[in-house]
């Protein structure tokens, strides 16, 4: 257990460095200074993170978190935790987390998170999904083919699961809307097999990486107007309603006392209602 522990806590750190890399290059190539944070912090329960975030000229806002936390649930909580009932509250997790918020209108935001949590029971979770502004058909092609391309290489039933898990997930409820146009969403995956299932996870998260830096390129020097980064701002609105209400990687930073500021690195720094 330990060394798989030890595994996917390396494998997030190594991915983490991988996408901000990217990130950064992609902001040279726009002749751009991007301002990059990186903050630690230290969870009184036991473990910590990291949050990297950059400021620039075609990522309004990225922040790409990385986490390693142990220790005890609170008892008000415990039953929400799959498998913490059986083991006095008793966990471990860790993951890597993203989310995106572009200059430009006409490239999506973007999420990606994967995780690794220990109680009396093991699983892995995570996945990833989208969220245009301005929905481009070829783009969503692009995304799904790829997509149901990395599930089926794991298992033929994934991809239209964990799709339909997504779209399910990813539903504001109170305003009768998806978030965006979807990707995947898993949790609770224990196959049997911890080394298939780590496999996968690694894919999903090297998949992710591979189709925004794709959808990146094809948009970020195109033109926009003022009217579109208006309905920007308001659609970004929409994220942070879902992200307060329904996330359940906020729900689940909050009641094991994480980071504050990490949890809510997802808000966009711009965001409008009307």
């Known amino acids: 257990m330990e060394e798989q522990k030890k595994q ?13 890399e990217s990130f950064l290059l992609i902001e040279e190539q726009a002749f751009t200074g991007p301002k990059v944070e990186k903050r630690k912090w230290n969870r009184p329960g036991g473990g910590g993170g990291e949050s990297t975030i950059i400021y620039g000229n075609v990522f309004e806002k990225v922040g790409v978190n990385v986490s390693k936390v142990h220790g005890k649930l609170a008892d008000s909580v415990i039953n929400e935790i799959p ?12 993951g890597i987390s993203l989310v995106s918020h572009m200059q430009s ?3 999506p935001a973007a999420h990606m998170n994967t995780r690794l949590i220990y109680t009396s ?18 783009d969503c092609k692009y995304i799904h083919e790829s997509i149901k391309t990395t599930c089926d ?5 994934y991809y239209p699961k964990f799709k339909e898990q997504c779209d399910s997930y990813f539903f504001l409820q109170h305003r009768k809307e998806p978030r965006g146009i979807g990707g995947i969403f898993y949790d609770n995956l224990n196959s049997g097999s911890w080394k298939n299932d780590f496999k996968f996870t690694k894919a999903v998260g090297a ?7 794709h959808i990146i390129h094809q948009h970020m ?21 879902f992200n307060l209400l329904y ?8 009641m094991t006392d994480g980071n504050p500021d990490a949890i809510m690195m997802s808000m966009p720094p711009l965001v409008k209602w009307m």
Do not use: H
């Open 121 to 138: 029971k093991q699983w892995f979770g995570g996945g990833m999904d989208f969220t245009p502004i301005y929905r481009d058909e070829e």
């Open 83 to 94: 498998g913490a009932g059986e083991n006095n509250g008793e966990f471990w997790a860790s």
């Open 105 to 107: 209108p006409l490239v």
């Open 207 to 213: 998949a992710f990486l591979e189709i925004y830096l």
């Open 247 to 254: 996330d359940r990687g906020t729900r689940f930073g909050l």
């Open 221 to 241: 020097r195109k033109s926009w107007t003022k009217e579109q980064r208006e309905n920007q701002l308001i659609k970004r609105g929409r994220y942070v309603e």
């Open 153 to 157: 290489k794991f298992d033929a039933e």
């Open 8 to 20: 996917a806590f390396e494998w997030f750190c190594a991915l983490r460095d991988k996408i901000v």
